[in-house]
C-alpha cells in the first residue's frame, strides 16, 4: 500500500496533517489530528471513505465539536470534517427541509422559525452540526431533534451511500440507532405555524439556556448523562443535582473545573489540558458513586 499522503493527494481532496483540534471543539483542549480532510462532494468524501477502509485507516468525523474531548496526544488517522459548502445547503420545499450535515444547528433553527416552520425552535441555544446533533439526539426538556427527522442520509465507513427512514429510526435520550460512520443530510417533516410566534420562542428557550448554563466558557455541555437511579425518596435528580449533592460545584483539577452555574457542565480554564478534564470526570463519577451509589455515564464523546 503506497502511503497515506500518496493516495490523499491522488484523491485531489483538501487535507492538511498533524493539525490541532482544540481551536476547533468548544473545550479548546486536546492535541492534533494526523490529518484533517475537508473534502467538497460526497463523492470525494465516500472515496476518502472507501480509500480509508481499504488501508485500514481510522476515521472519524467532526461536528462543531460542541460534544468532544480530545485527548492530549491527537488521534492517529483521518477527522473528516464537513465544512465544504457541499456539507452545509439547506432546502426548503412546503414543510419539508433538507439541511447538510454540516450545517450549523442554530442557523438551521432560525432559518425554519423565520420561515413559519415548527418543529426545531426547541434546540435553540444549542452549539451543533447538524450531523452531530443527530448523532447525539440534542435536544432537552423543550423536545429533541429527533422528534422532527423524517430520512437521513448516511454513508457507512467503507463509502456505500444510503438512506434510513422515519419508520427504522429510533430515537431516544442522547442516542440513535443510526450507526452509519457519516451523517450526510437530513430531511426534517416540520409544520406550519406563525414566524414571530416561533422567533419569540426560539428567543425565550435561548434566554432559558443563556440563564442556567454558562453558554460563553470552554465546556462540551452536560459531561454526563442523567441517570436514571432514583434517590431515598424515590425522585429522579438530574446529574448535576447528584454533582451538587456531592459539594462539588466550583472543585477544580488542573484548569478543569466544575461549573458553578451548572453541575454537570465542566469548564476548561486557561492552561486546560484534556488529561485534566479526564481527571476531573473520573474524580466526579468517583465521587458520586462512592457517596450515593450512583453511576453516572458520560455524555462527551472522547477521542480516541
Ligand atoms: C454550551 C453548550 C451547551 C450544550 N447544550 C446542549 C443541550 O442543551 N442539549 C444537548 O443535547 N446537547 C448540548 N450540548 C452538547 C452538544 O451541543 C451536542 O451534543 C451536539 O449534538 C454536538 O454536535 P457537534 O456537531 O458539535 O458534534 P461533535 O461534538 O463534533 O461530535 C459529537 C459526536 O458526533 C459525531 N458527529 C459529528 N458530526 C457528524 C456527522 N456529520 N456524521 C456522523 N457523526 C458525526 C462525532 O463523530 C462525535 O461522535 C451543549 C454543548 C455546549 C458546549
Not at 128 to 152: E, L, P, W, Y
Not at 155 to 166: E, L, P
Not at 177 to 183: L, S
Request: a neutral charge; proline letters at 5%.
Amino acid at each position: 500500500m503506497p502511503p497515506m499522503h500518496a493516495w490523499l493527494d491522488d484523491l485531489n481532496i483538501p487535507y492538511k496533517t498533524n493539525e490541532p483540534l482544540a481551536p476547533l471543539t468548544w473545550y479548546k483542549v486536546g492535541g492534533a489530528a494526523q490529518v484533517l480532510a475537508e473534502p467538497s462532494s460526497v463523492q470525494q468524501l465516500t472515496a476518502l471513505a472507501s480509500q480509508c477502509h481499504t488501508a485500514d485507516v481510522p476515521t472519524r468525523v467532526l461536528g462543531l465539536g460542541a460534544n468532544l474531548l480530545v485527548a492530549d496526544q491527537g488521534v492517529d488517522g483521518v477527522v473528516v470534517r464537513l465544512s465544504d459548502p457541499a456539507f452545509r445547503q439547506v432546502r426548503i420545499e412546503g414543510t419539508t427541509v433538507v439541511a447538510g450535515g454540516g450545517f450549523e444547528l442554530a442557523k438551521l433553527v432560525l432559518t425554519t422559525a423565520r420561515a413559519g416552520l415548527a418543529g426545531l425552535e426547541c434546540l435553540a441555544g444549542i452549539p451543533a452540526s447538524v450531523g452531530g446533533a443527530i448523532r447525539m439526539n440534542a435536544g432537552g426538556v423543550f423536545g429533541d431533534i429527533g422528534q422532527a427527522v423524517k430520512r437521513v442520509m448516511v454513508a457507512d465507513a467503507t463509502g456505500q451511500v444510503y438512506y434510513r427512514d422515519r419508520d427504522d429510526l429510533e430515537f431516544s435520550y442522547r442516542r440513535t440507532n443510526i450507526v452509519a460512520r457519516y451523517i450526510l443530510s437530513v430531511q426534517f417533516d416540520l409544520s406550519p405555524d406563525d414566524p414571530k410566534a416561533l422567533i419569540r420562542r426560539v428567543k425565550e428557550i435561548f434566554l432559558y439556556k443563556k440563564n442556567t448554563q454558562p453558554l460563553r466558557e470552554g465546556s462540551a455541555g452536560c459531561a454526563f448523562k442523567n441517570p436514571d437511579q432514583p434517590d431515598p425518596q424515590g425522585r429522579r435528580l438530574s446529574a448535576g443535582q447528584w454533582i451538587d449533592k456531592a459539594s462539588l460545584k466550583n472543585f477544580a483539577i488542573g484548569g478543569a473545573r466544575v461549573s458553578d452555574r451548572h453541575a454537570n457542565f465542566i469548564i476548561t480554564d486557561r492552561g486546560c489540558t484534556a488529561g485534566d478534564v479526564i481527571t476531573l470526570i473520573n474524580h466526579v463519577q468517583k465521587t458520586v458513586a462512592d457517596r450515593f451509589g450512583v453511576a453516572l455515564e458520560r455524555e462527551v464523546v472522547e477521542w480516541p
